[in-house]
């Protein structure tokens, strides 16, 4: 049963895997000849006749398809037609500030939304309730484009106490992450709110209550552990959102990472390149998920227990 | 012959029907609903509400502030760098943007619900490729996908509201996939069925009618995603070109200009935010209503 469970998991990641190649595969060769668009009109056909056996795109589409299949499969993504190194180191080099702009929107989401979804289901339909919902819609409604910019407008134009752009000290990193963060600890509020609200009307918070079990100690064993696992399963499924963030953060504060090299890449029409993110990005994120997954079964003592039993 | 008092003071009745209202209608849904049918209207009426075309240059008063900051009266919320007013730039902004929201958030209906009624009618093959496909999509971010098609296919207004209208398509396609699946197991589907109905009377006529106030709160709760897609990637510069306009290509745009006249970049914002945070507020409130289970949340 078990095993059954992790090979359907790996299988369609494998899948997803699978399309998402092929899709970037597609696109490619449907939007006509990228030697062409790299060149131009006016290039001599001698040159594009070079080019294009050089690429490999003289070849017939199928034996592309599997030669392309290959190289990604070993790791070859191929060349940056605009930066002429490896589109993997390119990748490589953004890679770590993404992850340091990540990591920290990702710490200050559930530095400020779990908390406050909490006491939102503690204190239900008090004022701070109200207050905490209605902080989660404006924190989810709020174009992260145009909450940076209003960030740089107050903290670096008038006040002059941030600086708006780039990379460096701790400073250049507390706008882009409160950006980033905002959207989700606003939704992290509210399914930490309903995942409390869910524990606190079951019976064996009901029970412990009666049994004289002090109200905090019965929040802190009882209820926080069992609301914690479904947060922790949307936390993982939220990795989207982030990357999707990050693109547009990266680019109001022209912060070095994927997401901003992703959208020089696009206007540049840098075609390995896009490709090139796209596929790293969603073997990242389809692997992620597929953790996410398979630590559900881990974290969860009552999906341990099934499992043991079938 | 005795009057009924007509303080509402007095006037339990007229009270608890207040209260009943306002229990049933939060101020804050009503204020959202009123915001949005104001958007609704100034997008239809554009042309009789904008002073100007959306292209008039004025070219003596570039980057002038709002009247309310002391610029001229002629131009109440300021012009931008090409001496553009700002009033008439936003009402067209908004149309644009209101009108390509709602054509993507269709389009995305649309193929969503088709396939999901696919997959659920022929079963087997047909319905496992259409939900990997869904899991496919749900699994990776929208606008990624986008901004590599536009790489490769460069920019045009067509293939962007295309592009707009697959977005979200995977929840229709899974809601709608679910919820046929339940109803041909019951009795008023059974019963049309037997009567000879064919497949396509039962799910237009029949079925779909059911369904379809979860797949209206699915399309309140997509549209403000779709205006935030659009505006994410005019904002980029990936979505609407000038000379056209919409709210994110008018930020965009303002950016340059944030030191001198913030104005350009934080009136588009605000108008987004308030549209989207309205939707969103208007959306929650009928899933409440439409979903009792959760009504005790």
Request: no cysteine.
């Amino acid at each position: 049963m078990n095993a059954r469970f992790v090979a359907i998991k790996i299988g369609r990641a494998l899948v997803t895997m699978w399309l998402v190649t092929t899709f970037a595969f597609l696109i490619l060769r449907l939007s006509g000849d990228p030697i062409e668009i790299l060149l131009g009109d006016q290039a001599e056909p001698e040159v594009i006749d070079h080019y294009r056996a050089l690429y490999g795109l003289d070849r017939p589409l199928h034996e592309q398809y599997f030669k392309y299949f290959a190289g990604i499969a070993s790791g070859d993504f191929g060349f940056s037609l605009v930066d002429e190194r490896p589109v993997l180191t390119v990748i490589a080099e953004a890679v770590p500030a993404t992850l340091q702009l990540g990591l920290t929107a990702l710490l200050v989401s559930v530095a400020i939304g779990i908390p406050l979804g909490i006491v939102a289901a503690l204190n239900r339909n008090k004022p701070i309730d109200r207050f905490v919902m209605i902080f989660a819609v404006f924190g989810f409604s709020i174009p992260n484009f145009f909450l940076g910019i209003l960030l740089i407008l107050l903290f670096s134009l008038w006040l002059r106490v941030l600086p708006s752009s780039g990379m460096g000290t701790l400073w250049h990193l507390v706008m882009p992450a409160i950006t980033l963060g905002t959207a989700a600890s606003g939704s992290l509020a509210r399914f930490t709110r309903s995942s409390m609200l869910d524990v606190l009307n079951k019976l064996y918070m009901r029970t412990a209550a009666a049994k004289g079990v002090p109200r905090l100690r019965r929040i802190q064993w009882h209820a926080l552990p069992n609301a914690a696992i479904p947060v922790v399963t949307v936390l993982g499924f939220r990795l989207g959102d982030l990357v999707a963030g990050s693109i547009v953060t990266e680019t109001v504060f022209a912060w070095p990472g994927v997401g901003r090299l992703l959208v020089t890449s696009v206007s540049g029409r840098d075609l390995a390149m896009v490709q090139g993110i796209l596929l790293m990005t969603a073997f990242t994120m389809v692997i992620a998920n597929l953790l996410v997954d398979l630590a559900y079964g881990w974290i969860d003592p009552r999906i341990r227990a099934s499992t043991a039993q079938g | 012959m005795t009057q009924a008092p007509s303080s509402g003071l007095a006037d339990p009745v007229a009270s608890a029907v207040r209260s009943r209202f306002r229990h049933r209608y939060p101020p804050l849904v009503l204020a959202s609903a009123a915001l949005i049918a104001a958007v609704l209207i100034v997008s239809l009426a554009a042309e009789l509400l904008a002073p100007y075309h959306y292209t008039t240059q004025d070219l003596a008063n570039r980057l002038r502030p709002p009247a309310f900051l002391g610029g001229p009266a002629l131009y109440w919320l300021g012009t931008d760098e090409l001496g553009r007013d700002i009033v008439s730039r936003l009402i067209y902004a908004t149309r644009f943007s209101v009108v390509i929201a709602i054509l993507g958030t269709a389009i995305g209906a649309a193929i969503g619900t088709l396939l999901g009624f696919i997959a659920a009618h022929f079963r087997g093959f047909v319905e496992e490729a259409i939900m990997m496909l869904v899991d496919a999509q749900a699994s990776l971010p929208f606008l990624l996908l986008a901004l590599a098609v536009l790489a490769f296919f460069g920019n045009n207004l067509t293939l962007f509201i295309l592009i707009l209208g697959i977005n979200g398509w995977e929840n229709y396609a899974r809601l709608t996939r679910g919820m046929v699946l339940s109803a041909n197991t019951q009795g008023y589907a059974v019963a049309v069925r037997a009567l000879g109905a064919s497949p396509f009377m039962i799910y237009s006529r029949h079925i779909l009618p059911n369904i379809a106030s979860v797949l209206i709160v699915q399309f309140t709760l997509n549209f403000p995603q779709t205006i935030l897609l659009e505006t994410s990637m005019s904002f980029l510069g990936f979505g609407i070109q000038p000379p056209l306009t919409s709210l994110g290509q008018m930020l965009g745009a303002g950016r340059a200009h944030l030191l001198s006249a913030w104005w350009i970049a934080v009136l588009p914002g605000t108008v987004i935010f308030l549209t989207t945070l309205s939707i969103s507020i208007v959306g929650d409130w009928l899933r409440d209503r439409f979903d009792p289970t959760l009504r005790n949340r």
